[in-house]
Nanobody, 120 residues
Framework: QVQLVESGGGLVQAGGSLRLSCAAS????????MGWFRQAPGKEREFVAS????????RYGDRVKGRFTISRDNAKNTMNLQMNSLKPEDTAVYYC?????????????WGKGTLVTVSS
């Protein structure tokens, strides 16, 4: 059974940092693009970051570029999202995803999400 399980969410003050992790199991994701989306209350799901470690390509959403960094721990089969200089507008549920085509409408695998709350 394929599973993506997020962890690391929580409450942080503006300007602080959090590190999200996504533990993958059930299959090898080495050829997939993996990454993160987020969804704030009442808003559409938003692309945050993605990486394909086979090609070395990484992408970031405009609103997080320069503040967030995506990485992978092969030994633990996990993907991480280091979030620095957090802002209240970063408050959302963050979802881990893996897919051949990294479009939220056609994602192959989703995690259940982890809540990040940034207080002002």
């Amino acid at each position: 059974q394929v599973q993506l399980v997020e962890s690391g969410g929580g409450l942080v003050q503006a300007g602080g940092s959090l590190r999200l992790s996504c533990a993958a199991s059930g299959r090898t994701f080495s050829s997939y693009t993996m990454g993160w989306f987020r969804q704030a209350p009442g808003k559409e799901r938003e692309f945050v970051a993605s990486a394909n470690w086979s090609t070395g390509n990484t992408r970031y959403g405009d609103r997080v570029k320069g503040r967030f960094t995506i990485s992978r721990d092969n030994a633990k089969n996990t993907m991480n999202l280091q979030m620095n200089s957090l802002k209240p507008e970063d408050t959302a549920v963050y979802y881990c995803a893996a897919s051949w085509v990294f479009d939220y409408r056609v994602i192959d695998y989703w995690g259940k999400g982890t809540l990040v709350t940034v207080s002002s």
